[in-house]
């Protein structure tokens, strides 16, 4: 016997209420407002910045609550070194961070995936453009086990180049006074085309 299509799970009813999705607090007012709450849990946010690493401060304050709670994060190939005084200056607690260094780009891509999978993980970051079928597999894995999942790329200030499986889409880019301007480009379940200054400059990934 065939399932009908309301049958089939992750479909939704138009005439059903639509489930709160969890959310994390980004711990920035504005953007948790943009955000309808904070960080979807469980889905993958894709960060486009003007400059490598350039966005990562957005993120510190829910890995620095993740590891006070005992919570591990994971940082998988970033542009540069860690700096780790900066990092636990903003809070994270390094014994619960994992620093992954692949070789290359599929191992990367496998590393994020295994991570978002294992249930043993709060939070990860990655960095570097992931095609579609990537992209689509770290959805995936994030949502089996409740898993933030940050993908961190190359792109132009305001835009985003073509279809992506992300809950969420921001770019970032440089404003005056050491300030970020951010845009949120897609945000699953609410409005797109939200802009705002983040004040606190971006904290870098290397010493």
């Known amino acids: 016997m065939k399932a009908t299509a309301l049958q089939i799970p992750g479909v939704w009813r138009g005439d059903c209420p639509r489930p709160a999705a969890a959310v994390a607090s ?3 007012e504005a953007l948790d407002r943009a955000l309808l709450g904070g960080w979807p849990v469980g889905a993958l946010t894709q ?3 003007t400059e490598a690493g350039l966005g990562f401060s957005l993120i510190i304050p829910a ?3 993740f590891t006070a709670a005992g ?4 940082l998988i190939d970033p542009p540069y070194l860690p700096y780790a005084p900066a990092l636990a200056s903003r809070g994270v607690d390094l014994q619960h961070l994992l620093w992954v ?3 290359d780009a599929g191992q990367a891509q496998w590393a994020a995936e295994q991570i978002a999978r294992s249930g043993l993980f709060a939070a990860l970051a990655c960095w570097g453009a992931l095609d579609g ?7 995936l894995a994030a949502d089996a086990a409740q898993c933030l999942a940050f993908c961190f790329r190359a792109g132009r200030a305001g835009r985003a180049d073509g279809h992506s499986h992300a809950a969420v889409r ?5 404003a005056h006074d ?3 301007r951010v845009e949120v480009l897609k945000c699953r379940g609410g409005p797109a085309g939200h802009g705002l200054l983040h004040r606190c400059g971006d904290l870098p990934v290397a010493a």
């Not at 919570?71 to 994971?74: F, L």
């Not at 079928?133 to 959805?139: F, G, M, P, V, W």
């Open 26 to 28: 980004t711990r920035i």
């Open 47 to 49: 960060i486009i910045g």
């Open 63 to 65: 890995l620095a609550a």
């Open 71 to 74: 919570r591990a994060v994971a």
């Open 101 to 103: 260094r692949p070789q």
């Open 133 to 139: 079928t990537a992209e689509r597999r770290l959805q």
């Open 170 to 174: 921001l770019t970032v880019a440089p």
């Open 178 to 180: 050491a300030q970020l």
